[in-house]
């Protein structure tokens, strides 16, 4: 009885051996936040600024992929500009529940992971992967980056941290 009582401790304090179905579950739904107020944050953002709505920024996010020539005059763009940005935060939610585990300092304090981990995914984004797309290369703006990483610290960082944290500290107890 005891060895038994034992190996189930041992299971339930290995965040790695989380059930699969409850981790992609657990991505999903993270990503589909994170995503859902990103967007939801930068059409805003957009929209204060040039009174233009959503389809103009989904065009841009697609454009990455195929060009401002055929993203400005396909009807479909928008929306496929649409999924690439929900796969774009699949990818970085699920990357940090993939490095989670891996970190032990990562569940000392959430909220400051958070900001970094926004601070980098602006990075990620901005300094390394758009530079390499049709986009190209955009310039500097100092109030521009400061708006960007701050949505991305808001809407991908902190709620991608915090609930990778509840996710993971409900596995080791």
């Not at 992929?65 to 009807?75: D, I, K, M, S």
């Not at 980056?145 to 080791?172: D, E, K, N, Q, T």
């Amino acid at each position: 009885m005891h060895v038994i009582a034992k190996k189930k401790k041992f299971r339930a304090l290995n965040p790695v051996m989380a059930s699969k179905n409850t981790l992609s579950r657990a991505i999903m739904l993270t990503g589909l936040l994170a995503g859902t107020l990103d967007i939801t944050a930068a059409t805003i953002q957009f929209y204060l600024v040039t009174g233009k709505g959503p389809e103009v920024i989904l065009r841009y996010i697609s454009g990455a992929l195929f060009g401002a020539e055929v993203a400005n005059n396909q009807p479909v763009m928008p929306i496929v500009g649409l999924v690439m940005h929900y796969c774009i935060a699949m990818t970085f939610t699920a990357f940090y529940y993939w490095v989670y585990p891996r970190m032990a300092y990562l569940g000392k304090k959430w909220w400051v992971n958070g900001i970094v981990y926004g601070l980098l995914v602006w990075i990620v984004m901005n300094v390394l992967l758009v530079p390499l797309t049709r986009i190209g290369h955009r310039p500097f703006h100092l109030n521009n980056v400061l708006i960007g990483a701050g949505i991305l610290v808001i809407c991908i960082g902190i709620p991608i941290a915090y609930i990778s944290h509840r996710f993971y500290s409900r596995r080791m107890v």
